[in-house]
């Protein structure tokens, strides 16, 4: 083993995992956060409604336009809390590495984490690392569990959703997709199309002001398309989508040239929510106060008339948008 | 892509993976308590006092004499809380599963995590599956989150640990390493030794009722002896063991004729405790009465004296445990 590199060693209960932990994972996340020495740590939720969610990262390349895996390691957890109504306070983490990564890396990696959990505003309180055998590991493989407390505000379920809800998008789809697509080199096209990776939380918190609000969710792995089946499968009604959902123009532009349809890649910073018709245009101005929220539009509505996810075209055509079979892009987040 | 192995579709949000998690994790891990419409789950920890913790798991082969990585993903994480002194309610689940893996493995995996759920009282509440690339991912890996509330009891804490504690521990020291090492193949040896791998909830509480316990942990990486160390940098004491620890006679053979000293090989389903010496012939008695704890015996004390990990052997002598370097075993959890 040399020093610049994970080796199996680091892995193993002693010394080197020891080291390893305290220069990198506590150097980064703090040491009054991150209790070495305990097994479990204590959290305080101060009463309110505790709720969980976990999420697993896989993303190549781990460095990419807008961000790395320790960073969205942060937002896609958080971002699940969010959208579920709750406030994010306290994470944990497990990172898998794979042996033979540059340590420079990881701390890379694990300091660009740190900020995005410091931004956030949750604690990292706990943590395990284990090492992977060379070839087994894709360099880093993290998974994160988030714990938050629900936040004032209407109970949002799919079972909440009315025939003549509208659909609002916070931004344009298909961002983060396209950027990881690009950051892999295996097209030969160079662009400068960033992640949208970001947390949602202002958004969130910026639609639960509103009662009519009955549901949010943040469209990753399979994109807006497989949100809409989702609605589709848990409501019974269908899901019409116009011709006003955001794409930027590279992402439309690499997507067409790739075959790619940007409905169905990756968001990372984005909410989708179904609200009540009548509170619609007014949660469309509150989203586009925030500086994440600029581009929020109406992307569609809830109809009983199919119980199928449709697509109005730009010239007044319809398309029937099927559920994702085939993986277009894997390992994205 | 065939239907009996796992593919990279079945990790791409759409229909393969929604029919993947509704046929095997939904399925055994039952749909009241893993909802896979929402981003986040409320948890009810009845105004106790919420602890966490998390753990990763690589163990190879993923099935071994005495359990496999689904139940080792369970007693794991809910031995963490119970050693912090916390009773697990609920866990999350991560699993990163490689292209290729058997999805009748997967399903046999899954259905040992859920018995071993239901046994140690935990509900599964939320969850997230990846899927990785052929030749990336060691057929599967889990990452468990665990939360708990905490039970009456003392504090634990090394802090609390005084010149001339007892150090007691709940049953045979090595034998979840011996039985990986046996199951790889590797040294062409067949042996019948099982992994220790259960959880230790009750030993855990049955300590708890005494007020001198001080501090307890569950000797999994790195073994007894890499326990010691970490009660001699967290306390500045030494901590003499004797000869008294429990190994089984087949895995004391087996590390005998391989080169391994069990104290350094991993446990997952024992409990060292460190607790006033006052109390500890108590505390042994209590232990004993459970199946789980018939062997437990006095190992040795905290001792102001030496601030090293000393080993006294049966013939009067005295040996220095360093602290573990280079790995014994990769991929022992």
């Known amino acids: 083993m040399d020093e610049l590199h994970i080796s199996l060693a680091h892995g193993n209960g002693g010394r080197f995992m020891r080291e390893l932990i ?49 960073s969205l390691a942060v937002h896609g957890t958080v971002n699940d809390l969010a959208v579920a109504g709750a406030c994010p306070k306290y994470l944990t983490l497990n990172a898998f590495i794979e042996e033979g990564l540059e340590i420079a890396v990881l701390d890379r990696l694990v300091a660009s984490l740190a900020a995005a959990a410091r931004e956030a505003a949750v604690k990292v309180s706990a943590g395990d690392t284990k090492v992977l055998r060379r070839g087994e590991g894709g360099g880093l493989y993290l998974a994160t569990t988030g714990v938050g407390v629900r936040l004032p505000g209407p109970r949002l379920a799919m079972q909440n959703i009315r025939d003549g809800d509208r659909l609002l998008v916070t931004g344009s789809v298909g961002d983060h997709g396209t950027a990881i697509m690009l950051a892999r080199e295996e097209f030969g096209l160079r662009g400068d199309i960033l992640s949208d990776a970001a947390p949602v939380a202002q958004l969130a918190k910026t639609l639960l002001q509103f009662d009519g609000l009955r549901f949010m969710r943040d469209p990753t792995r399979g994109g807006l398309a497989s949100v809409a089946h989702e609605l589709v499968r848990g409501t019974g009604f269908g899901v019409r989508l116009n011709s006003a959902i955001p794409v930027k123009e590279p992402v439309r532009a690499v997507c067409d040239m790739l075959g790619y349809d940007p409905l169905y890649l990756a968001c990372e910073g984005r909410v989708v929510a179904v609200i009540d018709s009548a509170q619609a245009d007014a949660a469309i101005a509150a989203c586009r106060d925030l500086p994440a929220g600029a581009d929020t539009a109406i992307i569609g509505e809830v109809s009983a008339r199919e119980q199928r996810v449709i697509l109005e075209t730009e010239l007044g055509g319809e398309r029937f948008l099927e559920e994702l079979e085939d993986d277009p892009l894997p390992r994205i987040c």
């Not at 703090?30 to 969610?53: C, F, H, R, Y």
């Not at 190549?60 to 320790?70: H, T, V």
């Open 22 to 70: 305290e220069d990198i994972f506590v150097r980064h996340l703090g040491k009054s956060d991150l209790d070495t020495q305990a097994d479990a740590v204590p959290i305080a939720l101060g009463g309110g409604e505790a709720m969980i969610t976990t999420d697993g990262f896989t993303v190549q390349p781990l460095e990419f336009p807008g961000g790395n895996i320790g």
